[in-house]
C-alpha cells in the first residue's frame, strides 16, 4: 500500500451535546488540545464516559466543534475527508457483500481511486493477511477476520490518517492479543498517522508512540505519556520489560485517582 500520513492540532477542543430534559448541555470535551505527529501512532485510554469516541468523531469531522477547531497538516476540519479513514468497533460490514466486496466499497465513492481499484484492493487484503477469504461474506468470518476486512476497506481508501475506535472490543482475549500485533505491523507498513481508543492500560501501551490519558467527563487532557519501547513489540515479551510496568502503573495511578475523585465527590447542592 502507498505510504502517506498526516499531523493532527487540536486546539481548545469543546463538543457540548443538547439535552432534551434541561437547559445545561452536557460537555463530552472541554478544552482539549494536543498534537499528532506525521506518522505517529496515538492511544487515548480514559474511563467509560470520558468523550474518547467524541474525540475521533471530531477528528473524523462526523460532529462540529462547540468551540476550538482540529487541523489536518494545516487546514481545518470542516467534515468528513479521504485522508482520514475511520474504523469502528462492531466491524460496520454490509452482511450482503464478500469480502472483496466490502473493501471495494472503500473506493467507489472516489472517482479518482477508481482506476487501478483491483490492485489497491488486493494489496489492502493482502497486507491485512485476508488472502483466500476475497469470496468469503461476514457471517462466514470470525471476529478478527471481520475486523481486518473493516481495516483493508479503510486502508484502501489511501488515507493518511487512519481513526480507530476500540476495534477489537468485540473479539475474545486471544483474538485481541494476535491482532494489536497485526494493527501495529499493519500501521507500520502502511506509514499512516493513526489514533486508537481503548479502554485497555496494557493496549495503550503495547501499541502507541505515546498515551494520552483522558480525565472524566467532561474529558480533558490530564497526561501525555511517551512509549520509549523499541519495536516490535510482542505482547506477553513486552508485558514483562520493567519500562512496560513502569508506564502501565503510572497510567493506572492517574485512571485511578481521578475515578475515586469523581465518584467521591460531594453531590452538587
Request: charged residues 25%; proline residues 7%; hydrophobic residues 45%.
Amino acid at each position: 500500500m502507498p505510504s502517506g500520513a498526516a499531523s493532527i492540532q487540536i486546539e481548545d477542543l469543546t463538543v457540548a451535546y443538547p439535552r432534551a430534559r434541561s437547559e445545561q448541555p452536557l460537555i463530552a470535551l472541554w478544552r482539549v488540545g494536543m498534537s499528532v505527529n506525521e506518522g505517529e501512532f496515538l492511544t487515548v485510554v480514559g474511563p467509560s464516559g470520558c468523550g474518547k469516541t467524541t474525540l475521533l468523531n471530531a477528528i473524523a469531522g462526523l460532529i462540529q466543534p462547540t468551540e476550538g477547531r482540529i487541523l489536518v497538516d494545516g487546514r481545518p476540519v470542516v467534515g468528513p475527508g479521504p485522508e482520514r479513514a475511520v474504523v469502528f468497533q462492531d466491524y460496520a460490514l454490509f452482511p450482503w457483500r464478500t469480502a472483496w466486496d466490502n473493501v471495494k466499497f472503500g473506493v467507489e465513492e472516489q472517482p479518482h481511486l477508481r482506476r487501478g481499484a483491483d490492485e489497491r484492493i488486493r494489496a489492502a487484503i493482502d497486507l491485512v493477511g485476508l488472502s483466500g477469504f476475497e469470496k468469503a461474506y461476514p457471517r462466514e468470518l470470525s471476529g478478527g477476520m471481520r475486523q481486518r476486512v473493516g481495516l483493508a476497506r479503510a486502508l484502501v481508501a489511501e488515507p493518511k490518517i487512519l481513526l480507530m475506535d476500540e476495534p477489537f472490543a468485540a473479539v475474545d482475549a486471544m483474538t485481541r492479543e494476535v491482532m494489536q500485533g497485526e494493527l501495529e505491523r499493519i500501521v507500520a507498513e502502511s506509514g499512516k498517522t493513526a489514533i486508537l481508543i481503548t479502554h485497555s492500560i496494557d493496549e495503550a501501551v503495547l501499541l502507541g508512540d505515546r498515551v494520552v490519558v483522558a480525565t472524566t467527563r467532561p474529558g480533558r487532557v490530564k497526561a501525555v505519556l511517551p512509549v520509549p519501547i523499541p519495536r516490535p513489540r510482542r505482547g506477553q515479551d513486552v508485558k514483562g520489560v520493567p519500562l512496560f510496568i513502569q508506564i502501565r502503573e503510572q497510567i493506572w495511578d492517574l485512571l485511578q485517582n481521578d475515578v475515586l475523585d469523581h465518584v467521591g465527590a460531594a453531590p452538587e447542592s
